[in-house]
């Protein structure tokens, strides 16, 4: 397959933000794979040493991969130093601690968003810029929400709930995250408006991401859904009944696609897959193991009902990779249990 004319030659440098992280470590590899040259933030570099000494070792021993510390993404100026000479910007880092207090988390994650763009803009080398939001700025993903999600569909509510006076119980914390990225991305769309940048602005709205772990950590975080499967954490599970998968390769194909593909600019891609839910893959997991015994069905579980236009993000699935649909459900889980055996047998 012959490769698709490009925004910036291969050898161009990336910078993706919160590269120790499960879909930034998928995207760093593609950019990678590809010819790209990256330099990754992470808080700590002691902590994320893991990337240069093991899953990227070849590549940062030939200076195509780089680590620089950004300790805290909301300080003005944080990312100044790690723009400099960087072709394009991929933003993935954010705040995923489900604080129930929106004093704690909003403010930070929007100011991550606009301190890197305003980098950005001072640094005149920056041709691309993407930013990782997800579902949650648009909809709450429940079975009840029939939402059709467009360009202009926003998480209204989650805002509002919020945002309520306190007590701040814990069971508010997914919906300050979901707050958080509502009130980032409208900042990402309110610079690009007000600004005008000399680059591109497009952002990544996923779903539930899944799929092979480049690293043991990734197995042990609060979205390791299919190992929490493989766990048997049925009580954890039951709060999300339903899901809409996005395999971690497509969402990081996604990344990269909106970074070098020229026809991209201005968009709000969808990162969707199989409406599916947590017995689905139990099923998957028990015909490719027979010999395993997993945990029994959990009960009530159903599909949700919000729907989209994916058009966009299908066909540069293919003119990128050749693909003519988003992985499969049984390719994820089977990639997932592959990764997990490994460190788990």
Same mark, same amino acid.
């Given at each position: 397959?012959?490769?698709?004319?490009?925004?910036?030659?291969?050898?161009?440098?990336?910078?993706?933000?919160?590269?120790?992280?499960?879909?930034?470590?998928?995207?760093?590899?593609?950019?990678?794979?590809?010819?790209?040259?990256?330099?990754?933030?992470?808080?700590?570099?002691?902590?994320?040493?893991?990337?240069?000494?093991?899953?990227?070792?070849?590549?940062?021993?030939?200076?195509?991969?780089?680590?620089?510390?950004?300790?805290?993404?909301?300080?003005?100026?944080?990312?100044?130093?790690?723009?400099?000479?960087?072709?394009?910007?991929?933003?993935?880092?954010?705040?995923?601690?489900?604080?129930?207090?929106?004093?704690?988390?909003?403010?930070?994650?929007?100011?991550?968003?606009?301190?890197?763009?305003?980098?950005?803009?001072?640094?005149?080398?920056?041709?691309?810029?993407?930013?990782?939001?997800?579902?949650?700025?648009?909809?709450?993903?429940?079975?009840?929400?029939?939402?059709?999600?467009?360009?202009?569909?926003?998480?209204?509510?989650?805002?509002?709930?919020?945002?309520?006076?306190?007590?701040?119980?814990?069971?508010?914390?997914? &919906?300050?995250?979901?707050?958080?990225?509502?009130?980032?991305?409208?900042?990402?769309?309110?610079?690009?408006?007000?600004?005008?940048?000399?680059?591109?602005?497009?952002?990544?709205?996923?779903?539930?991401?899944?799929?092979?772990?480049?690293?043991?950590?990734?197995?042990?975080?609060?979205?390791?859904?299919?190992?929490?499967?493989?766990?048997?954490?049925?009580?954890?599970?039951?709060?999300?009944?339903?899901?809409? &998968?996005?395999?971690?390769?497509?969402?990081?194909?996604?990344?990269?696609?909106?970074?070098?593909?020229?026809?991209?600019?201005?968009?709000?891609?969808?990162?969707?897959?199989?409406?599916?839910?947590?017995?689905?893959?139990?099923?998957?997991?028990?015909?490719?193991?027979?010999?395993?015994?997993?945990?029994?069905?959990?009960?009530?579980?159903?599909?949700?009902?919000?729907?989209?236009?994916?058009?966009?993000?299908?066909?540069?699935?293919?003119?990128?990779?050749?693909?003519?649909?988003?992985?499969?459900?049984?390719?994820?889980?089977?990639?997932?249990?592959?990764?997990? &055996?490994?460190?788990?047998?």
């Amino acid at each position: 397959m012959s490769e698709p004319k490009s925004t910036i030659p291969k050898g161009s440098w990336i910078l993706i933000t919160g590269a120790n992280g499960f879909l930034a470590s998928h995207t760093i590899k593609q950019f990678l794979g590809r010819g790209y040259n990256v330099r990754g933030t992470v808080r700590s570099l002691e902590k994320s040493s893991w990337l240069t000494g093991d899953v990227f070792k070849t590549y940062a021993g030939r200076g195509e991969f780089e680590l620089v510390e950004v300790a805290d993404l909301a300080i003005e100026h944080a990312f100044d130093n790690a723009v400099k000479g960087v072709s394009a910007i991929v933003h993935i880092a954010s705040i995923g601690t489900f604080d129930p207090n929106p004093h704690n988390v909003v403010p930070q994650v929007v100011s991550g968003v606009t301190s890197l763009l305003e980098a950005a803009l001072k640094e005149p080398s920056v041709q691309e810029f993407v930013y990782t939001s997800s579902i949650a700025a648009s909809a709450i993903p429940i079975p009840s929400d029939t939402t059709h999600i467009g360009p202009d569909t926003w998480n209204e509510t989650a805002k509002q709930l919020a945002w309520a006076p306190p007590p701040y119980d814990p069971s508010r914390g997914f &919906l300050v995250y979901m707050a958080s990225k509502v009130e980032a991305e409208k900042a990402l769309w309110k610079f690009a408006h007000d600004k005008s940048p000399r680059f591109t602005v497009n952002s990544i709205s996923p779903v539930s991401i899944m799929g092979e772990y480049l690293n043991k950590r990734h197995a042990e975080t609060s979205y390791s859904f299919i190992k929490m499967i493989y766990d048997g954490r049925k009580k954890e599970l039951a709060l999300s009944p339903a899901v809409i &998968l996005n395999d971690v390769k497509d969402c990081a194909l996604l990344h990269v696609a909106a970074v070098l593909d020229p026809e991209v600019r201005n968009a709000r891609l969808v990162g969707w897959g199989e409406y599916c839910n947590w017995n689905d893959i139990l099923a998957i997991m028990r015909r490719l193991y027979p010999e395993r015994k997993f945990m029994d069905d959990i009960p009530g579980l159903s599909r949700l009902q919000l729907t989209t236009d994916c058009s966009q993000s299908l066909a540069l699935l293919e003119k990128w990779n050749g693909q003519q649909s988003w992985r499969s459900l049984e390719q994820t889980v089977t990639d997932n249990m592959e990764s997990i &055996l490994k460190w788990y047998p």
